[in-house]
């Protein structure tokens, strides 16, 4: 040791030098733990208030069902104009939409304050089907969202995993590619977001990519953190955090590649469950 370092560290020098190790060392694991149980912490508060948004919300979701209800009454019975009632049934309708999207957001910060619960029950999902149910989902969310998002299935599969979480896997995904759609160009054209489901040896592959306005390469590995955003307007910073807990939880991975002014591809690869021969 005394040649490596020149003979500049010995005696009381070498222990005062393995001290300041020990003590940097130290610090940076306090830090790192310090950061850990914030992000904990701000999880489980988003938890509790997501929480307390279910009851309200189910007293208005149910509302809404008996204002639309009664709003059908007065139509059949003539007691109002068509005009009227179709103005009211667009409003009521958004109203309805807010409430499912509200419902969404609370499901969604439930489930990374209980992430562990989340992913402990786990059964064989088929890939195509919960890409298709995603992707109904996301363009009934919004109007002006049919059409986006083309679907090629070049080899489909199925894997193990907690189906809920998975879709919720494809709804951040999407969600992402859309607002980074959205600050690309106001009016993105038809397959401006694409899925592609594959298969590679023994990994099943969901890519979702987008035309959006791309991420900066020393953002790839930071965007997996909790409460890191590109966006202060939109979202919390949760969105690819969970994603990447839920693919970590079964042992597969995820990546990204992309560069600003060029979109953006998600890569989930997801162990398969193989096909036995018969």
């Known amino acids: 040791f005394e040649e490596a370092v020149g003979g500049a560290f010995t005696g009381e020098g070498l222990t005062i030098y393995l001290f ?63 005009s009227s009632y179709t103005d009211l049934v667009d409003v009521v309708a958004d109203i309805d939409r807010g409430v499912h999207r509200i419902q969404n957001l609370v499901r969604f910060h439930l489930s990374n304050a209980n992430s562990e619960q989340v992913f402990q029950s786990t059964e064989d999902v088929d890939a195509a089907s919960v890409v298709g149910r995603s992707v109904h989902n996301f363009e009934q969310t919004e109007p002006g969202r049919s059409g986006l998002i083309k679907v090629q299935a070049v080899h489909t599969f199925t894997t193990r995993i907690n189906q809920t979480a998975l879709e919720q896997v494809l709804s951040n995904l999407l969600e992402n590619a859309h607002v980074a759609l959205l600050k690309a160009t106001p009016s993105p054209a038809p397959g401006s977001i694409r899925i592609r489901l594959d298969v590679h040896g023994p990994w099943g592959v969901i890519a979702v990519s987008d035309d959006g306005v791309g991420i900066d390469k020393a953002d790839h590995k930071r965007i997996f953190q909790p409460f890191v955003t590109s966006n202060q307007n939109h979202g919390h910073g949760l969105g690819l955090s969970f994603v990447d807990q839920v693919v970590r939880s079964v042992k597969g991975e995820i990546d990204v590649d992309s560069a600003p002014g060029r979109g953006a591809t998600f890569s989930v690869r997801l162990p398969r469950i193989q096909e036995t021969p018969e």
């Open 20 to 82: 300041a190790v020990l003590v940097g060392t130290l610090s940076h694991a306090i830090d790192v733990d310090v950061r850990d149980v914030r992000q904990r912490s701000h999880l489980r508060a988003l938890g509790v208030a997501a929480h307390e948004f279910r009851t309200p919300l189910a007293s208005i979701a149910l509302l809404v069902q008996g204002l639309s209800a009664r709003l059908d009454a007065l139509h059949h019975r003539n007691r109002i104009d068509r």
